[in-house]
């Protein structure tokens, strides 16, 4: 085998090993893929119980309700769909009812949701990017003066 041949072969071998190492990182993160589902995701996807993934939306006007200590409840819904979510723990200063959220944890077999993570927008006129656009794909207006079903304000 001459010197011409073993750097082709080389150089084969290792695109080769990189494109199979490339294939292999997305078979496994091809569920991380996705930064959150939407509560109308949630219904059409079946997604299963005890699953981890994210969920965003808008926070349900008159859903929140507070418990014991840190416990809260409220709904997150995309005005299509509404998923119940409990959490326990502090939230942010900037939570409300009508205004973007993403919540991080896993789905109960009843289809509640059970966050150990909630994240809120920064000020008033923010929303997390991936939720404005999955709002937009589900026909929600956004933006000053945008009327939502419900009563539910940006």
Do not use: C, N, W
Not at 61 to 69: E, I, N
Not at 88 to 117: C, K, N, Y
Request: glycine share 12%.
């Amino acid at each position: 085998m001459t010197r011409k041949q073993r750097r082709g072969l080389l150089i084969g071998l290792g695109v080769g090993v990189l494109s199979l190492a490339a294939i292999l990182m997305m078979f496994a993160f091809r569920q991380a893929i996705v930064f959150f589902h939407t509560p109308s995701d949630v219904a059409e996807h079946k997604i299963a119980p005890g699953a981890r993934f994210r969920l965003g939306g808008l926070v349900e006007q008159g859903s929140v309700v507070r418990g014991d200590g840190t416990k809260v409840a409220f709904t997150v819904t995309d005005t299509l769909q509404k998923v119940p979510v409990s959490y326990e723990g502090i939230l942010p200063d900037l939570f409300r009812e009508g205004q973007g959220v993403v919540a991080e944890g896993t789905l109960s077999p009843d289809g509640h949701f059970v966050a150990d993570t909630v994240l809120a927008k920064h000020d008033e006129t923010y929303m997390p990017p991936e939720v404005a656009k999955a709002l937009k794909e589900k026909g929600v207006k956004l933006g000053e003066g945008a009327e939502h079903p419900e009563g539910m304000t940006q």
